[in-house]
């Protein structure tokens, strides 16, 4: 049932209602008080129909309480634009430790929001919750008349006094609204006193954007100056001017309001039709709602007298002779369908008077819009401009005044309200940490990831989170990418790297972060001992144990045998040594040196000698071979291990042990190593940051250490301060690790093709029955775009930022461009690197196009075709 108010009151052209006092929550008009709550957004976009209903119906019993009975209510949707400056602020109040380089990282992701809210991909939606606040007060309308008009001419210290009074006898029942706004499904919390201000300024001064500073009371000269502004209608009556008196600039503005029967006759039944929702698809296109919860009486009354009505109708035409129209018998079925809800308790009915605001520059531009805004509203309300009270309908829009043209309102359920989702939209993310990307969703705007979150209610969550997708979809850049970010917060990060197309991150943390950074290729001649455990194990009892496993771990069955004891007594003589002098080596050359000619003394020189050849293999020398003198042990403090495991010859998976070759034991002694470290160092300073990431998961879960150590990660990380990503080209196989799913604080699903794998990623996204929403969305996501879970079970699609130019190219993992002067292992190619240019000059542009400098440009190319010559080699 939705139907006009069932009288027409007078049209009230009174000034407009100004507010005498503002604090957080709460604003005071000479008449009345006002609570405000703000709403956050919501993350209803990619819900399927069974959630979005459920979460209809809560969100409809939970307004039946928080609207007061009978009082009024207004409810605002506005936007405005994100603010670089808050970004930098929330890095200034948030406590830890910071990499070097991590003002600038920040000053990268300020201006990416800038930029992006410059050109309108970013848009921030305020929506406010507003109560009439009821009294006690029972005089008539006349004395209260007599009462305002008596304020007006009091000082205005005595009126500030009275508004402090009015909201001090309010101040206990306020309180517990607050409350329960906050314990319902809207989440709101009390609007700052900043915010209701900017929310009445800016329907005067619509162009600009007002911050005053926030002590949490606004009176007095301070909210005069903020509403120095003017509105004049237009000569025909189809729109209003907004005039700012400080700058001059103007904004013209147009209020719609529903045709009569605008409405749809179904009601826009349960899920809602999420008509205000819709306002995110639109440009300068914005919402206001007054209305009233006429509670279980009051609707059985009104019911009672729609049905009395549809009654008399049919009587009439029975006593005439013919059928009643078949909008009667609708009505009449309507009503009592109403009737039923209503004394169940289901629902309630509230009379609402919809308003949709536009407003532009120019008067054609607002003639475009307004059609826009008709034609995507066409079928849902049909909307109409009425000229000559677009000044009334304007004053509707300022808080604390009241409706002015009642003729317009609408009779409808709760649930109608509710279902608009005026706040549903694609909230992800968290609202701290560093900038990672964009919402693409309905409700554009930055996206932060902050993983490494240490507050009270995130320390208690997991710390694993996934990225799976198939190849080039751009889910190990945004690996690289989440890296860099607990980089710049001061943590110890470990990227393992099988496939050996990730080396630009190195590049990065060292420009631009300036944190330490160590790169081992496990198979290369310079890395020669820097995996050796008897140089990083913080123990003498873990140097002993790990050292002893890799010795035996290159060795054949059948060289094993008697070995261990004779291994364990050259450990134990080189651990007698100064710390320093621990190694490897020194074990094998404490049993090549063993003195004496007995058959055990030549047996531990034979097996010395076997080793010390050994350690010279290209799969293992990073473990046992001898370092050179400038080597450094694994990086145990803040800063990046960037791990290459790509030229390792690993036996394949399930293979018999005994069978493997030389070099394939050589090579799962270096990756047990390899995975003992990660280990060892998520064990160790459990103050420290630590974040482990893995890419290419298959490869290292293919094997039982491999497996050990994702599931030992996952499970122990929350309790270890150890954080781990997981990045996998199959779904299937990560959602398949025992216990994993359960441990994941976030998921990011990137572009997969395959039923199988679009399943497998709607488990590690904790929606194991993906409905169509979720699998279109997956279906439309383009390389670096995902559909992200985050920690507080939110789905939303999300575009990872590169940030720059340089950075994009640098972290690119695709093969450079064959070119005329490059041959397949050749020599003698061009060792000659180009310059590097100052990241600050790099990246003078943040934009995601060219730098602003031609000397950054050539740089670029310059550190290119050095990009490309060292591949060659």
């Known amino acids: 049932m939705t139907r006009r108010t069932p009288h027409a009151a007078r049209r009230i052209a009174d000034p407009p209602a100004a507010p005498l006092l503002i604090l957080d929550g709460i604003e005071v008009t000479d008449d009345a008080v006002w609570t405000w709550a703000q709403i956050p957004d919501g993350s209803t976009e990619l819900m399927e129909d069974g959630e979005l209903e459920a979460a209809t119906w809560a969100t409809a019993a939970a307004m039946h309480t928080l609207l007061p009975v009978d009082a009024d209510y207004h409810l605002k949707i506005m936007w405005t634009r994100y603010s670089d ?32 809210s410059d050109v309108g991909h970013f848009r921030r939606r305020i929506v406010l919750l507003g109560v009439r606040w009821p009294t006690r007060d029972t005089a008539s309308p006349w004395e209260r008349r007599r009462r305002t008009v008596a304020a007006q001419l009091r000082s205005r210290a005595g009126m500030l006094r009275d508004a402090h009074d009015r909201v001090e006898e309010l101040r206990p029942a306020v309180k517990r609204w607050f409350g329960q706004v906050r314990d319902s499904p809207l989440r709101g919390v009390p609007a700052s006193a900043v915010t209701i201000a900017w929310a009445y300024a800016r329907e005067l001064r619509r162009t600009a954007d007002l911050a005053p500073v926030d002590d949490g009371e606004l009176s007095g000269a301070r909210l005069v100056s903020l509403m120095h502004g003017e509105v004049v209608p237009s000569p025909d009556g189809g729109y209003v001017t907004t005039r700012d008196a400080a700058t001059g600039a103007t904004r013209h503005v147009a209020v719609l309001v529903p045709a009569v029967n605008g409405f749809p006759a179904d009601e826009l039944e349960i899920p809602g039709g999420e008509w205000l929702a819709l306002l995110t698809e639109l440009t300068d296109v914005e919402a206001s709602v007054r209305g009233v919860n006429h509670g279980r009486t009051g609707s059985l009354a009104l019911l009672r007298t729609g049905r009395k009505w549809t009654r008399s109708q049919s009587l009439e035409a029975g006593e005439a002779g013919t059928a009643p129209p078949e909008e009667v018998d609708e009505a009449e079925l309507a009503l009592a369908e109403r009737d039923r809800e209503v004394r169940r308790r289901i629902d309630v009915l509230a009379t609402s008077h919809p308003r949709w605001v536009v407003h532009a520059e120019t008067v054609e531009e607002l003639t475009d819009r307004i059609e826009a ?196 007594a050259a450990i134990d003589r080189v651990l007698a040594r100064p710390r320093e002098l621990w190694s490897a080596t020194a074990v094998i050359g404490e049993l090549v040196a063993t003195p004496g000619d007995t058959q055990a003394a030549q ?43 790509d030229g390792l010859g690993l036996p394949q998976p399930g293979s018999v042990a005994e069978q493997w070759t030389v070099s394939q034991r050589c090579a799962m002694t270096t990756f047990r190593t390899s995975t003992a470290y990660a280990l060892m160092q998520s064990r160790h300073v459990r103050e420290l940051i630590k974040l482990v990431a893995l890419t290419e998961l298959h490869r290292i879960t293919a094997y039982p250490e491999g497996r050990s150590l994702v599931q030992w990660l996952a499970r122990t990380g929350r309790a270890l301060k150890t954080y781990l990503l997981l990045d996998s080209q199959s779904a299937v196989e990560m959602a398949a690790i025992e216990g994993l799913v359960e441990q994941l604080v976030m998921s990011a699903a990137f572009e997969a093709l395959g039923q199988e794998e679009q399943r497998a990623q709607a488990v590690l996204l904790h929606r194991p029955d993906a409905g169509p929403r979720l699998r279109q969305a997956q279906g439309m996501l383009g390389p670096g775009e995902c559909v992200m879970r985050d920690r507080h079970n939110r789905l939303g699609l999300v575009a990872f930022d590169r940030l720059t130019e340089w950075i994009a190219d640098t972290l690119s993992t695709d093969a450079a461009e064959d070119s005329a002067d490059l041959y397949a292992y050749d020599t003698d190619v061009d060792q000659s690197e180009g310059e590097f240019p100052d990241a600050h000059m790099v990246t003078a542009s943040v934009d995601a196009g060219k730098p602003d400098n031609t000397a950054a440009e050539d740089a670029v190319g310059e550190q290119q075709q050095a990009d490309h010559r060292e591949r060659a080699r």
């Open 603 to 645: 047996a531990a020189r034979t097996l010395g000698e076997m080793l010390s050849v050994r350690s010279r293999q290209s799969d293992v020398r990073a473990v046992l071979g001898s370092p050179a003198v400038d080597a450094a042990p694994m990086l145990s403090g803040r800063g990046l291990v960037y791990l290459r495991l």
């Open 373 to 568: 805004l008709r034609r995507r509203y066409t079928g849902i309300v049909a909307l109409e401009l009425v000229p000559n009270i677009q000044d009334l309908l304007w004053k509707e829009l300022l808080p604390g005044d009241w409706v002015r043209v009642p003729e317009f309102g609408q009779v409808q359920p709760m649930r109608t309200l509710a279902g608009s989702w005026f706040h549903g939209g694609s909230a992800v993310g968290d609202t701290s940490g560093p900038y990672i990307g964009g919402n693409l969703g309905a409700t554009p705007g930055p996206v932060r990831l902050h993983l490494v979150s240490r507050t009270a209610d995130n320390r208690r969550m997991p710390t694993t989170m996934s990225f799976t997708g198939r190849s080039g979809s751009g889910k190990s850049t945004a690996v690289m990418l989440t890296v860099l970010a607990a980089l710049a917060e001061g943590a110890w990060c470990l990227l393992a790297d099988p496939k050996g197309d990730l080396a630009g991150i190195v590049e990065v943390a060292d420009r631009v972060l300036g944190v330490p950074v160590q790169v081992v290729d496990v198979t290369a001649p310079d890395a020669a001992g820097s995996m050796d455990p008897m140089r990083w194990a913080p123990t003498a009892d873990e140097a002993r144990a790990l050292t002893l496993d890799a010795l035996m771990g290159v060795l054949s069955g059948d060289d094993r045998r008697g070995t261990e004891a004779v291994l364990e």
């Open 85 to 116: 400056e808050d970004y930098r602020e929330s890095w200034k109040s948030a406590s830890g430790v910071r990499a070097p380089g991590a003002d600038y990282y920040i000053e990268l992701g300020a201006h990416r929001i800038a930029r992006n």
